[in-house]
């Protein structure tokens, strides 16, 4: 069973930095595709980015593109978003996923597991 836990959201000001982590628990993480999806209070949830299984290439909605960035860590299981620039409309619930299809997805219903999420706060 896979299980999702996401760390180091919390308040901070515009124009300034947060790096989220995501950590994996369960057997073969570098064959799942790794998403971040976020959803602010009112609004649907929305893709941020992803990164491939194995070699890691990415994708990231245009929103965010050019400020963040996705990495992740297959010795460690883990996967990080690091948020650089950030506004206020970045502000939202922050949530990691697991896809373990072979095509990866900016898609939520396509993701087959789902961390609880963490808090973004931006204040101006």
């Known amino acids: 069973q896979v299980q999702l836990v996401e760390s180091g959201g919390g308040l901070v000001q515009a124009a300034g930095s947060l790096r989220l982590s995501c950590a994996f628990s369960g057997l073969t993480f570098s064959t799942y595709t790794m998403g971040w999806f976020r959803q602010a209070q009112g609004k649907e949830r929305e893709f941020v980015g992803l990164?491939?299984?194995?070699?890691?290439?990415?994708n990231y909605a245009d929103s965010v593109r050019r400020r963040f960035s996705i990495s992740r860590d297959n010795a460690k299981n883990a996967v990080y978003l690091q948020m650089n620039s950030l506004k206020r409309e970045d502000t939202a619930v922050y949530h990691c996923?697991?896809?373990?299809?072979?095509?990866?997805?900016?898609?939520?219903?396509?993701?087959?597991?789902w961390g609880q999420g963490t808090q973004v706060t931006v204040s101006s």
């Open positions: 990164i491939r299984r194995r070699g890691g290439g990415t």
């Open positions: 996923a697991a896809d373990r299809s072979l095509f990866p997805s900016s898609y939520y219903n396509d993701y087959d597991y």
